[in-house]
């Protein structure tokens, strides 16, 4: 309660350029994250009309400073590499290339030994290891768990199923041997 209302007040004080007290506007915050930051939080009813539209506001504010500090980056990045060589950039661009090609392989291995363990699917990503060897170790481990917790608990009932006399081939042989 008490964190809301202080953003309030700073909201007011960033939009009038001037501290409650007097003196130089507030340097503005590295924004830190908040899960409540883009979707209505559970909370926000409780607000109040004057609120919502400065929490509105506030989330409007952010987005538009997320935006320039994106467009920011880019440029300092433009500027970076405009001094560069063209052996620079290429460089930089075959290492970028380097490092993603490691990550699918890395990927593509932990697929295959899962195939071949007949791993579900969805938990090759949890493989872990750098070598094949590493991988298939992690794939047994992982499916010694996955066995223990997909046995039954219940024995089959052995009365249960197919019996042992044959299937009568008409009507009259079912009504003969019902009454045998």
Do not use: C
């Not at 700073?10 to 503005?28: C, V, W």
């Amino acid at each position: 309660m008490h964190r809301k209302w202080w953003n309030l007040i700073r909201i007011r004080t960033i939009e009038t350029g001037a501290e409650p007290g007097g003196g130089e506007p507030p340097q503005p915050e590295p924004p830190q994250s908040d899960p409540q930051a883009n979707t209505g939080g559970e909370g926000d009813e409780k607000l109040g009309e004057h609120g919502m539209t400065a929490l509105k506001n506030e989330r409007r504010a952010n987005k538009s400073l997320r935006e320039q500090l994106a467009a920011a980056n880019a440029r300092i990045k433009e500027f970076e590499d405009r001094d560069k060589t063209d052996a620079e950039k290429a460089s930089e661009r075959i290492a970028s290339l380097e490092k993603s090609n490691t990550g699918n392989a890395a990927k593509a291995l932990r697929y295959e030994v899962a195939v071949d363990k007949q791993l579900p699917k969805v938990l090759a990503e949890r493989l872990q290891g750098s070598t094949r060897e590493e991988l298939e170790a992690d794939a047994d481990s992982l499916l010694k768990l996955v066995n223990v917790q997909n046995k039954p608990n219940v024995k089959p009932d052995p009365s249960q199923g197919k019996g042992g006399d044959p299937k009568p081939n008409s009507l009259s042989e079912a009504i003969s041997a019902y009454y045998k």
